[in-house]
């Protein structure tokens, strides 16, 4: 379970408890439909075998025609078979695949609690349209909001997050196709209620398989980025064995920023983006230099410095960076214009710059390098104040300070750690003459 807090283990522990008391109801001797559980579990896990790994995402729609048709108890077991043996690229691959068994049977079982509460199964039933579009618009909300709720509270104690901006984001983003999904479920439920039967009811899933194509290349250009930058992110970390987990620090602490501003999710991905691959123009410095021990000379400083225009054109093709490459080129300029490689001043650095500014000098301090040793995060906050102002953004400083004073500091590193003995104490971030590299 390498990865996983264990703070975030009982959390996925308590969930599965939760869906064992929820279906509990279900068991044999109670009037369960099981041919119906049986027949929507099955093709629920089809889709996530087969059409899962072809277009990525959840049959839906599957989930809460469950949901409107069946008991809550019913309803939550059909996603547990396909859950339990759906595909998982990441370690540890049965902690994860319990979890998404377990929220996903939660989430289904509150759907179909109001649902039924507002008489939506005999709307259903009775093809009581438009009123059963009703209870299962009530149904759709609360399946997106458990799910929200569920997986925000997941990643706000394995990756320290903010829960509640964490689960509103999450929330708003499903929000609208699950609506789509919702609609689907609910004529798959009204037709199987219908003299046409379960047949005619599959056959919703046809037009419901296209939109979910058409949803499958956003995901795919999606992860065709992430290995992009994985791959420049990669190339980086080999070069400088020193800094690896530096890119993903960065780009966490700057996420934390950018949600602490109030920024939007499209701004907050680009901050991602900028902090993880700010240092990608290393690939163009000596490696000699870069694994140096001790100060650098003003010569070799001054071809370290050249990274961020190396940076920049690195990913001058790229894109979808948007405006991190604006970060990448700028996040060693300074406020007060003492900085590199064009000595903006104030407004004149880019948001994004200034940002990553702050979470590069963050990490450096609380990491231990070639150079320095690392410190404790309380000091390194109490450095970043003194800096602001002068080297660095006082709105972006205060917004970090804030964020990890409140919530703490645990970023979450995928690249393996490397920490080698340190020879000589610490500096501050200021410190040209070893400057964070």
Same mark, same amino acid.
Request: aromatic share 6%.
């Given at each position: ?26 068991? =044999?001797? #109670? ?9 929507? *579990? ?5 889709? @996530? ?15 809460? *025609? ?19 043996? %759906? ?47 009703? =209870? ?22 394995? @990756?320290?997050?903010?829960?509640? $901006? ?43 398989? &296209? %939109? ?10 999606? #992860? ?15 070069? !400088? ?13 700057? &996420? ?7 920024? !939007? ?10 902090? /993880? ?22 010569? @070799? ?12 054109? /690195? ?10 490459? +604006? ?21 004149? /650095? ?9 979470? !590069? #000098?963050?990490?450096?301090?609380? %990491?231990?390098? +070639?150079?320095?040793?690392? $410190? ?13 102002? %002068? ?5 972006? &400083? ?40």
């Amino acid at each position: 379970m390498e990865g996983i807090p264990a703070r975030a283990r009982v959390y996925a522990a308590c969930a599965v408890l939760g869906t064992l008391l929820c279906t509990v109801p279900s068991l =044999p001797g #109670a009037p369960t439909p099981w041919w119906a559980v049986a027949l929507l *579990a099955a093709l629920y896990a089809g889709g @996530e075998r087969i059409a899962g790994r072809r277009f990525a995402g959840t049959l839906h729609p599957v989930l809460l *025609a469950g949901a409107f048709l069946l008991a809550p108890s019913a309803a939550a077991l059909v996603p547990l078979p396909g859950a339990l043996f %759906s595909h998982v690229e990441r370690r540890p691959v049965a902690l994860r695949r319990v979890w998404r068994a377990a929220h996903a049977s939660l989430a289904v079982w509150a759907a179909a609690r109001v649902h039924g509460a507002l008489g939506g199964r005999d709307a259903v039933v009775g093809s009581d349209l438009p009123y059963a579009l009703v =209870p299962a618009g009530a149904a759709v909300l609360v399946f997106c909001a458990a799910l929200a709720l569920l997986d925000g509270g997941m990643r706000a104690l394995a @990756e320290g997050l903010p829960p509640r $901006r964490l689960c509103r984001g999450l929330f708003l983003r499903s929000l609208a196709p699950l609506a789509v999904h919702g609609l689907a479920g609910l004529m798959i439920a009204v037709l199987w209620r219908s003299p046409y039967g379960p047949v005619a009811a599959l056959l919703v899933l046809f037009p419901t398989t &296209v %939109s979910w194509w058409v949803f499958a290349q956003y995901h795919r250009e999606r #992860a065709a980025h992430q290995a992009t930058i994985r791959a420049l992110v990669q190339a980086v970390d080999i070069k !400088d064995g020193y800094t690896r987990g530096h890119s993903e620090r960065v780009g966490q602490a700057s &996420v934390l920023i950018g949600r602490e501003l109030g920024m !939007d999710e499209g701004r907050i991905e680009m901050l991602r983006f900028a902090g /993880i691959l700010h240092d990608v123009g290393k690939l163009g410095v000596p490696t000699r230099l870069l694994r140096k021990d001790g100060p650098l000379t003003p010569e @070799e400083r001054r071809v370290i410095e050249l990274h961020p225009e190396y940076g920049h054109e /690195i990913t001058r093709g790229i894109s979808f960076l948007g405006e991190a490459r +604006s970060a990448i080129l700028h996040h060693h300029e300074r406020i007060d214009g003492k900085g590199y490689p064009y000595g903006l001043v104030g407004s004149q /650095i880019p948001e994004p710059a200034r940002v990553v500014a702050v979470a !590069d #000098a963050f990490d450096a301090m609380t %990491s231990t390098r +070639s150079y320095s040793r690392a $410190r404790p995060v309380h000091v390194a906050l109490e450095e970043l104040r003194r800096c602001a102002g %002068s080297q660095l953004d006082p709105r972006m &400083v205060e917004a970090l300070t804030h964020v990890i004073t409140r919530d703490g500091w645990h970023p979450v590193v995928t690249a393996e750690e490397t920490r080698p003995g340190v020879p000589s104490q610490s500096q501050a971030p200021d410190d040209r003459s070893g400057a964070h590299r």
